[in-house]
């Protein structure tokens, strides 16, 4: 018997139920190794610190956990990926075809996996004992839902104040 559940509770599965099915749009490696993809419409922005002009109906991602993107039991990209620099990373995870989604899950309470209809998963791992999310969700009307091994599931609104 284990201390935490693995089961995504049916609240939280409902509140990022509209991103199952939906197609990427946008993937990006960003500054200190985050990882950042859009799935569903392309919606415009003018953020000046985006190097894209548009973000996806629904974003996934994690600013600091560790990462990988799995197809065929090879890591095609990850986080901890040997490289000289940032943009090479990037580089490598915008060559990447990504699909649609298909499911979210929990492998552990560390562990999060998005799997895409190719096969594809991308994986988020908490590597501290940091209490910070390892994964986030945006999604439309300002969703917010993140993750964190210390704090469980969080659902707000992105457009308020966080507590």
Same mark, same amino acid.
């Given at each position: 018997?284990?201390? =935490?559940?693995?089961?995504?509770?049916?609240? +939280?599965? #409902? /509140?990022?139920?509209? %991103?199952?099915?939906?197609?990427?749009?946008?993937?990006?490696?960003?500054?200190?190794?985050?990882?950042?993809?859009?799935?569903?419409?392309?919606?415009?922005?003018?953020?000046?610190?985006?190097?894209?002009? =548009?973000?996806?109906?629904?974003?996934?991602? +994690?600013? #600091? /956990?560790?990462?990988? %993107?799995?197809?065929?039991?090879?890591?095609?990209?990850?986080?901890?990926?040997?490289?000289?620099?940032?943009?090479?990373?990037?580089?490598?995870?915008?060559?990447?075809?990504?699909?649609?989604?298909?499911?979210?899950?929990?492998?552990?309470?560390?562990?999060?996996?998005? /799997?895409?209809?190719?096969?594809?998963?991308?994986?988020?791992?908490?590597?501290?004992?940091?209490?910070?999310?390892?994964?986030?969700?945006?999604?439309?009307?300002?969703?917010?839902?993140?993750?964190?091994?210390?704090?469980?599931?969080?659902?707000?609104?992105?457009?308020?104040?966080?507590?």
């Amino acid at each position: 018997m284990t201390d =935490f559940d693995i089961n995504i509770g049916a609240s +939280t599965r #409902s /509140a990022f139920s509209g %991103i199952i099915g939906k197609r990427c749009c946008r993937q990006r490696a960003g500054e200190y190794k985050s990882l950042s993809l859009g799935f569903g419409e392309k919606v415009p922005h003018v953020r000046k610190k985006s190097v894209d002009s =548009f973000s996806g109906e629904w974003e996934i991602g +994690t600013y #600091s /956990a560790a990462w990988r %993107i799995v197809k065929n039991g090879a890591i095609l990209c990850g986080s901890m990926n040997p490289v000289d620099s940032n943009e090479e990373l990037e580089q490598q995870v915008d060559a990447l075809q990504l699909g649609i989604v298909m499911s979210i899950e929990m492998l552990s309470k560390f562990d999060i996996r998005i /799997a895409l209809d190719d096969r594809t998963f991308v994986e988020f791992m908490c590597a501290s004992n940091d209490d910070e999310n390892v994964f986030h969700i945006f999604g439309p009307d300002h969703l917010f839902l993140g993750y964190s091994p210390a704090h469980g599931w969080r659902l707000r609104k992105s457009n308020e104040p966080s507590l």
